[in-house]
């Protein structure tokens, strides 16, 4: 009798200690005894009646699947090949094992299919500049469709573009055509602002003629400072104008009959008929010629 306990005790022993398990702090058990989910257990220690339940273990961990370079032909008729990242985890481990045979391989797929189909409605220059907007795109449609099988995506990120070496070059030459365009806007803007500021300091200088002659004295100490054996002095025109002008007004100015004969045969001083004999003289400002030529 006494070795029928022992083999008893030795039997209830030996099914408790098979029915233990043990789950980290990452992970849940979904329960089915029977072939009825009853519940879901972990973290710690639990216990799965053996022959009667079964347990399936679930990490909660995030996951991090890479999709594959997929060729894309974008919205302007570009063929890329495309691949990206994504992060996701469980969120209901009763779903994850009860809606989906293999959520890690259909999460997978999910993300390829949908990769294809959105980037096949952005244009090249959307997905290369405001690539930000599609990963967003990208993992609002993956969230929504994963959600029934309680799986959480966390992000999605499009790792690299790779184009066709004929489109390159192409953004290869757009690129320095706008750095060219830019190089010219702004020399035009810097010569904008600089005849601004020296119309400024021509009305300054204009207004004071004091400041014209000391400008030009800095010039000429400049100008020496190089030690060079010439030395070229600019003359303002502002500074011979009084002298053209005087020139102007002797030129303009009649001469008086008489006035470039000496006194002593001035027609005043001659006999009546001796002053109607004398040839008429008439001056002019280039050159002297008689009356009657």
């Keep these: 009798m ?3 306990l022992l083999a008893v005790s030795g039997l209830a022993v030996a099914y408790l200690l098979a029915g233990i398990r043990i789950l980290k702090q990452y992970e849940r058990g979904v329960l089915f005894t029977l072939g009825h989910y009853t519940g879901t257990k972990g973290p710690g220690i639990i216990f799965v009646p053996p022959l009667v339940a079964h347990m399936k273990r679930v990490s909660l ?3 991090a699947a890479d999709i594959p370079a997929q060729d894309v032909i974008t919205r302007d008729n ?23 045979q293999d959520f890690l391989y259909a999460t997978g797929q999910l993300a390829q299919t949908t990769l294809l189909s959105v980037l096949g409605q952005v244009e090249l220059d959307e997905l290369l500049a405001d690539r930000r907007k599609v990963n967003e795109i990208l993992k609002r449609i993956i969230d929504e469709r994963t959600d029934l099988w309680g799986i ?12 066709p070496d004929t489109m390159r070059r192409a953004i290869a030459r757009q690129a320095e055509a706008e ?14 602002q600089a005849s601004e ?22 010039t000429v100490t400049e100008i020496a400072a190089e030690n060079n054996s010439t030395t070229i002095f ?7 104008r009084p002298f053209f002008m005087k020139a102007d007004d002797s030129i303009a100015a009649p001469t008086p009959a008489g006035a470039g004969l000496p006194p002593a045969i001035a027609p005043s001083a001659l006999p009546a008929d001796t002053a109607d004999a004398l040839p008429q003289i ?12």
């Design 152 to 163: 959480e995506v966390s992000a999605v990120e499009i790792k690299d573009v790779l184009l």
């Design 197 to 218: 500021t020296l119309a400024q300091a021509a009305r300054m200088l204009s207004s004071q003629p004091a400041s014209l002659q000391l400008r030009y004295l800095q």
């Design 282 to 293: 008439r001056f002019t400002g280039q050159k002297t010629k008689p009356a009657g030529e």
């Design 78 to 100: 570009i063929s890329v090949k495309v691949n990206a990242v994504l992060y996701f985890r469980v969120s209901d481990p009763m779903l994850a094992v009860i809606e989906i």
């Design 234 to 240: 600019p003359i303002p025109i502002d500074l011979l």
């Design 179 to 192: 750095r060219e365009r830019r190089a010219k806007v702004i020399n035009a803007q810097g010569e904008l």
């Design 61 to 63: 961990r995030i996951v």
């Design 2 to 4: 006494l070795n029928i």
